[in-house]
């Protein structure tokens, strides 16, 4: 039956499915959906399509190099059977109600690896049920039966009479179907059957990247703009006491100074007199802050002695049977306590953020992961509402976490509300930008497991102590949940057959604000739990694959990505030449990881080398195969930076890491040969962009306990001093 049609003023129509809509518009090419009508609309509007036949796709989730902005519009291109040459991405605009991940409420937040997980199966049938409109439109202009037409690479087919019709022709008279045809999972196309996912597309960032057309938040550019640097204060928590700001005032092309609750702001007609007016100030600072007390070797031994008192007070994040009850019983136990310091996100683009300040109005132009954060900034700032916000959300140069916090839009936004009218541009020394960041949180943990007298587990449990991120971005949560914090702690959990199990967390208040840093908890948690089941294999005497085998036999895709690991590094062959290879296996994201690398010691400097990477991930369906193992590379190079070198230390709460020279990123001759299996199987896609980083730290670490008679390293770094002193034994 061939569906009725009506018609719709300037030519658009809304389709939804459930609780996922999509606005289909016709029109020229970039056509954006007008203010007027959008505001008809109660969902999603993700396409237009134009009289040439172009279909201008909404790109929802933040681009930060990891590939959504083509991986997101290829799955509406799947079901709408576009042709990808006819595709035109933009980057969706600040609208939570139209473009909100509903795994993050319906707020437009790209972090936790969520970008596709979230907006596949949305996009998917925002595509299928456009196609179903552009194929009931192309009834009615034929004058034959739906049932009777197909698609074809942006065309509607009849192939009874051999008629075609192109998108963009039946777009200059598209009508409103009525009823709205409905779009459900069977009507998408079974993944044998698809052209883009699954395939490798050229990403569509790239050429703009290349040529320099592509905009991030440092590049705005307003009329009138003027500019903020920050003189924050040397300790987390002080505030400016006395300013002397006599000396900033006279560089010319400053304006004037201002005190914020964090430091000092000079504004000024350029950057670079802000700079020079910025390192002419002279402030003395309070000195109050709870993290004026801290070093790293304080908070070491106060959150380790946490994890190992199990009378203190924490909270539950996992319990299965009675593990300390076990453990009490267990003919054996084995136990560790593990550290991990503090380290910076470090974006190539440093922190920026413009704002201009038009009575009740804020306008926000940023780099960031996190709309509504960027509103609430504006917002609380401004002293407005969050719906008077407007935000604007360009590239971003590195994001990792960091873009979800609103620090920096809130500074641009005081100092715009201090010059009305005139927007200002607030940008961040890298200075700033490593020790103002939202580092990683500080952790300590102790895991105790019980062996009965065969070395089977009997009870694991395990206690993470760190500060809280939940607690300082998401406080309605974390009361919620009565204190747990996924964040920060993880759940403790993984898929190992253990008979009981507990996790638990206690929160550590340093005076500190941490925040998400790419793999979170998940980068210590994994260290310590993977260096323990290499443990437990010592103990065994049995290799550390075979165990995680028998443990995991229960789970196939955890077994494959080992099974696969393993045959890309050759792991029962011997290694000569004073090198060993190291194992870890990772279920974080909900993703299966594994990974294997080769590992030499210089016991002399203390120095870890890491020769060769192999690495397998199952992520589910995998929409764009090259750009997974690309995010696999990235991610697995961020985890030998937080392994071997990078830390933050930390001197009566004074970072001693400022920049590039002192904080110590991996360079180029330290990047060793990596190779990864991607592994498509037919599961609900899931998060990519972090499952590398938690493998790294416990395979090299298990690889430098094979090198050293099983000394083993629980201290993230694991730098050449700490390396001296476990080889020492001390």
Known sequence: MTTRIQSLSRRSFLVSSGAAGVAVTFGSLNTVLPAEAAANFTANAWVTIGSNGVATIMSPAAEMGQGTMTALPACLAEDLDADWDKVHVVAAPD?????????????MVTVASKAVDGYFEIMRLAGAQARKVLIANAARMMKVPESELTTDRSMVIHKKSGRRLTYGHIARSAKMPDPMPQATKADLKPLNKCRYIGKNLARVDIPLKVDGKAKYGIDTQ??????????????????????DDGTAKKVKGVLSVHPLPTGVAVVGKT????????AALKVTWTTTSPARKWSNDTLAAEY??????????????????????????????????????????????????TALVEGDKVHIWTSNQSV?????????????KPDKVKVERPFLGGGFGRRTDWDVAFEATLLAKAMPGKPVKVVWSREDDVTRDMWRPFAAQRIEIGLDDKHEI???????????????????????????????????????????????????????????????????TKFAIESMIDEVADAKGVDPLDLRMKLLEKHPRALAVLKAVAEMAD????????????????DALETH?????????????????????????????????KNVEAQMEGAILFGIGAALREQIVLKDGVPQEQNFDSYRINRMSQIPPIAVKVISTDNPPTGIGEAGVPVVAPAISNAVAQLTGGKRLRHLPMSPERVKTALRGA
Request: proline share 5%.
């Open 571 to 586: 792991w029962k062959k011997k290694r000569t030449d004073g090198r060993a290879l190291g194992l870890a296996y990772s």
């Open 458 to 524: 009997v009870g694991w449990r395990h206690r993470v102590v760190a500060q809280s991120y939940l607690a300082r971005a998401i406080p309605p949560l974390f009361k919620k949940t009565g204190g747990q914090d996924l964040v920060s702690a993880g759940n403790g959990d993984f898929r190992y057959a253990v008979p009981a199990q507990q996790v638990d967390y206690v929160r550590a208040q340093s005076g500190f604000e941490i925040g998400a840093w790419r793999g979170i908890s998940a980068g210590y």
């Open 593 to 625: 990881t594994a990974a294997v690398v080769e590992c030499s010691l210089d016991e002399k400097s203390g120095q870890i080398h890491v020769h060769q990477v192999w690495a397998a991930v199952d992520p589910g369906i995998v929409v764009q195969p």
């Open 95 to 107: 609208n939570e109600k139209l473009y909100g991940n509903p795994k993050f409420f319906g707020h």
């Open 222 to 243: 307003l009329p009138g703009m003027l500019y903020a640097s920050v003189l924050h204060a040397p300790v987390q928590g002080e505030k400016p006491d006395k300013i």
């Open 304 to 353: 380790s002695k946490i994890a190992g008192d199990w009378k203190h007070p924490s909270v539950d994040m996992l319990k299965k049977g009675d593990a300390a009850g076990a453990i009490g019983k267990a003919a054996r136990v084995i136990a560790a306590d593990f550290v991990a310091d503090h380290v910076a996100h470090c974006c190539m683009e440093p922190m920026n953020a």
């Open 271 to 278: 950057l670079e007199a802000t700079m020079k007016g910025k």
């Open 372 to 384: 509504i954060d960027m509103e609430l900034a504006g917002s609380i700032a401004g002293g407005t």
